[in-house]
């Protein structure tokens, strides 16, 4: 064998002797011993290879490059060096924590590749010296013969040789729900994608039916799943538009800490105050504008999230995940298991003369049959077909035993066969009883050949034939039809008619399988005088609560599509089904590859269903979307959809059907497999991100006003209306229990009916500048007029820190109700969120305890005032209610430009 490998994508044009030839191998006697070891040195292992992870000393240092938490690190030392303790030790937990969460996360993230090498057969059965024996499937090499069976993984690529009846489930590599029929005869056309080279076999998928052999043309990395790993590989995932905004205000306010220090101390220093206290001052104001609190604040928030959606059946990987579900404007959905059940269903039974419609999904024997909208029992005619139908196949559908945990129905076998045993226990045909009445005694296996298959069975002392397959090739074996009068002469007219409306049923996207029978057969004569019996059109249907999900989706401004490997009649129709597509919209895999990426790019926007795509080409349509400035949710629970999981902005992996790999590759698992949970994921995701813009708001608000009155002093040279540690105790105050309480707020009842918000534009678009600078202002320029004022009126100093130090906390305890929306009034649903009213009013009582008691005035400079200034701090205070209800309301009208 030559050491340039042939493509990976041209073994199914060769025909057998090409292949062996190209290979140097014998398909009798297979490779030697010795050419098994040459080869394995050449070609390496036939494992996935994936680079070395970081060290964990490395991840976890890794989580101190963050802006903020290294501001949250100076904050630590400078309330230790103030003697504030509890400050100090609450930051330091808030960095560790926050340093722990995210390496655990960044520990796991490598295990899509090491879920993607588990995947692998662990022995194979291969020829080696004309001897069948067992090894260790990384010893395979390119010319291997293998042998494969019934419960077989397929451990590496390979060239279909021998086949006896043999079917695959590649649906974890393509995605498709049937079982893949094998052949032998090489095929036409370039570039056919995965799920179109019959004569292939591929590694990890699954032997499901007959047995067979292939000749091994790709190992490890060679192979379609090596081909998937080296995506992963290379894939570097997006920051999320919370982590973006954060670091940026993260560098915003270390920058403003920094000339605020600076600014202050010089004034303090030009004015000739000592250097000591005017450092200790500045330094104090510094660590009032850094909200140290926020990592706290978005892990709780992004933590009650997580519970939330796990009682909603979606299961996060990774916390920052969640709050750019809020952003996700495009949903790229694969079809199988994720809009369908995954579960093959007869949908209708055509008999002459009659087209019964079948109720009930899943392989659960429950469901009804119409007869032109009418309920009706299967007659005489459907019992017969669907007894025929059911012997004829070899799957099993059997009650699970006591205990096992399952819905009460197991199955196994081909899910085409299962499907056709539903239909018939749902017509009340016993399957068991009928197959020990009538044991079979020979059969005719299936191939692509003949795509049919027929089994003899006794009854009594006569022999009967069974045969179902394609229409027109049953039809080719019948020469009479079961009418409403029995049966009648299989003419021209009569089998062009049931063409018709076998190819009327395909276009419907129904699979279509036609029975027939012949009593008094016998192996040689059984595939010829038969008698059809009749049709039936199967699909896997799509989920019930689908439609009202894309429903929601479209409401919320949210685009979904579909990306699947399955046919596009299929892909289409389901499509329709659940409201996804109208007219026009589809594409296929082929049809992609002709297209440049710019070409992509302008004709994305109008395709709702990408259908026979393979993982290059999900790959490219997640990156258009994302390049037109979408931010992507894809989904999917197969090998094929781990690169695009990995690409997209959020990846969603089935819970249920999802192999390993796609979920280690995602960062929301769903539960229940439910598309409707992603909406549900989505809700939450969007309630998070304002929860923590509303923390923002109220806090650099907060911030602002803080600055403004203390700063401005400063520069001014009057007195300080607060000292520092009166400033570390507003900052703990405002940074503390109200902050936290914001993290859990309930959602405006409106948020679902509103546009995904730009990632774009960040957290703060002007409506909320707007309103955040009002407050801040409002505070500011209000607590400097009651200061100067109290001096004026003959008030001391500490007495005048004291009524602005009041005015300042309960400013911004009115500002925490007033920053649960902004654009909503403060007055709808006031007092909903629960713990937000006993944090208020624990710090209501705090307040009350520092000004009046005397273990608190000793220790914060404070002093007792009098009733009637207790009336003009309240009242002074309230005036922020109508100043931010005003602007809001200008808001609402579109002063500061449109709300997110």
């Known amino acids: 064998m030559s050491t340039e490998r042939r493509g990976v994508t041209d073994w199914y044009r060769c025909d057998i002797r090409s292949v062996i030839r190209e290979l140097g191998s014998d398909p009798v006697d297979g490779l030697s011993s010795e050419e098994a070891r040459r080869r394995l040195l050449s070609f390496g292992h036939n494992e996935i290879f994936h680079p070395p992870s970081e060290s964990a000393w490395a991840l976890f240092l890794n989580q101190f490059r963050n802006v903020l938490i290294m501001i949250l690190l100076v904050a630590a030392a400078i309330s230790a060096v103030l003697g504030e303790t509890v400050e100090a030790g609450a930051i330091a937990v808030i960095v560790v924590f926050a340093a722990l969460l995210g390496f655990v996360q960044e520990q796991r993230a490598g295990r899509a590749l090491e879920a993607l090498a588990e995947m692998a057969a662990p022995a194979a059965s291969v020829v080696r010296d004309g001897t069948e024996v067992a090894i260790p499937a990384r010893e395979l090499v390119p010319g291997d013969v293998v042998r494969l069976k019934a419960g077989d993984r397929v451990p590496a690529d390979g060239r279909v040789i021998e086949v006896v009846n043999l079917k695959l489930d590649e649906s974890t590599l393509t995605g498709e729900s049937l079982t893949v029929t094998k052949q032998v005869s090489p095929l036409e056309g370039e570039g056919l994608p995965a799920g179109d080279r019959t004569n292939m076999v591929f590694a990890g998928t699954l032997v499901s039916y007959g047995r067979g052999s292939a000749l091994i043309v790709a190992t490890g990395m060679e192979t379609e799943f090596g081909r998937i790993a080296g ?64 990592p706290a604040v978005v892990t709780i928030s992004l933590a009650i999230g997580v519970q939330r959606m796990a009682k909603r059946h979606s299961l996060v990987r990774r916390l920052t995940a969640v709050e750019t579900l809020g952003s996700v404007s495009v949903i790229c959905s694969d079809k199988t298991g994720t809009l369908t059940r995954d579960e093959m269903t007869v949908r209708q039974i055509w008999v002459p003369g009659e087209q019964v419609t079948v109720k009930g999904t899943g392989y659960e024997p429950v469901g009804s049959f119409e007869l032109s909208g009418k309920p009706v029992g299967p007659g005489p005619r459907v019992r017969r077909l669907l ?16 205990g096992d945990g399952s819905s009460g129905w197991k199955i196994q076998g081909d899910p085409t066969e299962v499907a056709l045993l539903v239909v018939a226990e749902k017509a009340g045909v016993s399957v068991g009883e009928l197959q020990e009445a009538h044991p079979r005694v020979h059969e005719i296996p299936f191939s692509p050949e003949s795509r049919r298959m027929t089994t003899l069975h006794t009854s009594g002392d006569a022999v009967t034939a069974y045969a179902k397959g394609a229409p027109e090739v049953i039809l080719d074996s019948c020469s009479e039809v079961l009418g409403p009068d029995g049966a009648v002469v299989l003419d021209a007219g009569v089998r062009n008619a049931i063409l018709r409306d076998a190819a009327r049923m395909g276009d419907e996207a129904l699979r279509v399988i036609a029975v027939a029978s012949k009593s008094h057969a016998t192996p040689e004569d059984a595939e010829s005088g038969m008698t059809f019996l009749g049709m039936l059109g199967m699909i896997d249907p799509p989920r019930p609560e689908a439609r009202a999900a894309i429903r929601t989706c479209t409401e919320a401004g949210i685009r979904p599509v579909m990306i699947t490997g399955d046919h596009p009649g299929t892909a289409a129709a389901v499509a329709r089904e659940v409201g996804l597509l109208s007219d026009g919209g589809v594409i296929t895999g082929a049809e992609l590859d002709a297209l440049s990426d710019p070409e992509l790019r302008a004709r994305v926007p109008g395709l709702s269903v990408f259908a026979r795509v393979s993982p290059t ?13 979408h931010s992507v949710a894809m989904t999917g629970d197969g090998v094929n959809d781990a690169p695009a999981l990995k690409k997209a902005d959020i990846g969603i992996a089935m819970g249920v059907t999802g192999t390993d790999v796609s979920r280690e590759s995602a960062d929301l698992t769903l539960t229940d497999d439910n598309f409707a949970s992603i909406v549900a994921a989505v809700e939450e995701g969007r309630a998070i991100f304002e929860n923590i813009k509303k923390y923002l708001m109220f806090l650099l608000s907060s911030n602002l006003g803080e600055v403004l009155l203390l700063a401005t002093s400063a520069l001014a040279g009057w007195p300080l209306p607060l000292t520092a540690v009166q400033i570390l105790y ?15 707020d309930p959602h405006d009842a409106d948020l679902m009916s509103r546009r995904p918000r730009n990632p774009g534009k960040g957290i703060f678009s002007r409506p909320v500048l707007t309103l955040m600078i009002v407050g801040g202002l409002w505070s500011g320029i209000l607590n400097l007029g009651l200061f100067n004022w109290a001096l004026a009126s003959g008030r001391t100093e500490g007495y005048a820190r004291t009524m602005v130090l009041v005015t300042l906390v309960l400013i911004e305890l009115l500002k925490a109700y007033n920053y649960r929306s902004d654009r909503h009034s403060m007055f709808v649903r006031t007092l909903a969120n629960r713990w937000l009213n006993l944090a208020v009013l624990w710090e209501v009582m705090l307040l009350v ?3 009046h008691l005397t273990v608190f005035q000793a220790a914060l400079g404070t002093s007792g005032i009098r009733f009637a200034d207790w009336g003009l701090v309240l009242l002074l205070a309230l005036t922020i209610v109508p100043v931010l209800e005003m602007t809001k309301s200008l808001a609402r009208r579109g002063w500061f430009g449109a709300l997110d």
């Not at 920094?258 to 105050?273: F, H, P, T, Y």
């Not at 007894?387 to 006591?402: E, G, H, M, N, V």
């Not at 507003?730 to 859990?744: I, K, M, R, W």
């Open 231 to 294: 995506f992963i590989s290379t894939i570097e995932r997006s920051r999320t538009p919370l982590q973006a905004n954060l670091d940026h205000v993260g560098h915003v306010l270390a920058r403003a800490a920094l000339v605020i220090v600076m600014v202050v101390a010089a004034a303090g220093i030009w004015r000739g105050l000592p250097v000591l206290d005017v450092l200790v001052f500045g330094i104090a104001l510094a660590v009032a504008v850094v909200p140290e609190a926020l």
């Open 387 to 402: 007894a025929a139908a059911a012997l004829s196949s070899d799957a099993r559908l059997f009650r699970a035993p006591p």
């Open 617 to 629: 080409h999900k790959l490219r349509v997640v990156a258009a979307l994302q390049e037109l400035g």
């Open 730 to 744: 507003v900052n703990l105050a405002t940074d503390g229990l109200p902050a936290l309480a914001l993290a859990v």
């Open 849 to 851: 305890g520092i000004i």
